[in-house]
């Protein structure tokens, strides 16, 4: 059985994308806000939901970027990435005990954090389009 999460790509008028430390034993993994989806939810109400959840802000305007299944924890997940275009309030760390820091990066830094493939892909897509991502 494939498992499925969920993830979304905020960018501020500086068109910096909005990255999560997320704790992991004793690493520290930088990645896009987003969870698992509850099972019968589709992936657009996983992503408020959970957006609503870890960052306290209302998604009002979204698109889909693409989906892609992976490897991780001896189980096969299905990735759903939505660029994140428009929400409503402050962006609050509501999951202080998961997220240990939170950042707008330049687009041209986050290959600068750890594990930067989950954070750049989505990232070009958002800012390119996914005809011209390779």
Known sequence: MVRRFVRGV????????FV???TRGNEIIWNLPGGRIEPNESGRDALVREIQEELGITVTFHRFL?????GFGGAA????FYGITG?????????????SDSRFVKATDLDLLNKPEVISKPARIFFRGPANVA
């Open 66 to 70: 693409y989906s892609q299944v992976i």
């Open 20 to 22: 999560l430390a997320e």
């Open 77 to 80: 997940w299905e990735g759903l």
């Open 10 to 17: 905020i960018v501020d008028d500086a068109e910096r994308v």
């Open 87 to 99: 929400y409503q309030g402050n962006i609050t760390i509501a999951e202080p005990h998961i997220c």
